[in-house]
């Protein structure tokens, strides 16, 4: 499994040991584990946590599995599943040609289990993208989870197949109804990257974060963002 995976094994497992974390409804940290794992070549040794009067906001997370995201899909759908069980109050959707929820198949305290159940759950994974007919999916059967003041993370290398005209639009859409419209993109971390896909050019007018996402190192740069933004 990914590093991601084996820092979250760990993370779950601390969750129910005696004494692992303070008493009360306190919840996994998932920014201060991981950057703390970094240390340790991504072993999360040190495990923190988030007191019960820290609430953060609601958190969408919308991650690109078609096949121009195969050699990151695992690693950021692992990411997924780290932030479901370290936040109450997170929902995780994989797209490609269509949209698909995966909050309750990412909500399997196993890791291995989780990923396998939302791989399955993916009719299309490694397939082609529609961006903007998926985003448009998100806003109208999901718009409710995305206007409460919830912070979108789109993950995605930009590459679409479909109508930019309709991921402008609904781009605009998503950049309107979140608080905060972040974007990762593993392409960006390469020497010299241009965000001149056309995904990229319809979308990044409406995005207030823009971030690489192809290591554990840029994750933890989103855990950070993510931490602001709850404030």
Same mark, same amino acid.
Request: with cysteine.
């Given at each position: 499994g990914t590093r991601i995976g084996e820092c979250l094994g760990e $993370?779950? =497992?601390?969750?129910?040991?005696?004494?692992?974390?303070?008493?009360?409804?306190a919840r996994p940290d998932l920014r201060r584990t991981v950057r703390a794992s970094l240390r340790y070549g991504g072993e999360p040794f040190e495990r923190h946590w988030r007191a019960p009067s820290e609430r953060p906001r609601p958190l969408v997370l919308v991650c690109d599995v078609s096949g121009s995201m195969a050699p990151? #899909? =695992?690693?950021?759908?692992?990411?997924?599943? #780290?932030?479901?069980a370290a936040r109450r109050r997170v929902e995780?959707?994989?797209?490609?040609?269509?949209?698909?929820?995966?909050?309750?198949?990412?909500?399997?305290?196993?890791?291995?289990?989780a990923l396998a159940r939302a791989i399955a759950a993916a009719g299309d994974w490694s397939g082609g993208t529609r961006i903007g007919e998926c985003l448009g999916e998100l806003?109208? #059967?999901?718009?409710?989870?995305?206007?409460?003041?919830?912070?979108?993370?789109?993950?995605?290398?930009?590459?679409?197949?479909?109508?930019?005209?309709?991921l402008?639009?609904? *781009?605009?859409? $998503?950049? =309107?109804? *979140? =608080?905060?419209?972040?974007?990762?993109?593993?392409l960006k971390a390469s020497p010299g990257y241009e965000p001149l896909t056309r995904g990229m050019v319809a979308?990044?007018?409406?995005?207030?974060?823009?971030? %690489? @996402?192809n290591s554990l190192?840029?994750?933890?740069?989103? %855990?950070?963002?993510?931490? @602001?933004?709850d404030r």
């Open positions: $993370l779950n =497992r601390a969750h129910g040991r005696r004494g692992g974390h303070p008493a009360g409804p990151y #899909a =695992r690693m950021l759908l692992a990411y997924l599943h #780290a932030s479901v995780a959707f994989v797209f490609g040609t269509s949209l698909t929820r995966v909050t309750r198949e990412l909500s399997e305290r196993d890791p291995d289990r806003n109208r #059967a999901h718009g409710r989870r995305v206007g409460r003041g919830a912070v979108a993370v789109v993950l995605s290398d930009g590459w679409d197949r479909g109508d930019p005209e309709e402008v639009a609904e *781009a605009a859409r $998503l950049g =309107r109804c *979140a =608080r905060t419209l972040i974007w990762l993109n593993p979308a990044l007018p409406h995005v207030d974060h823009f971030l %690489a @996402g190192t840029s994750l933890a740069e989103l %855990a950070d963002l993510l931490e @602001g933004g």
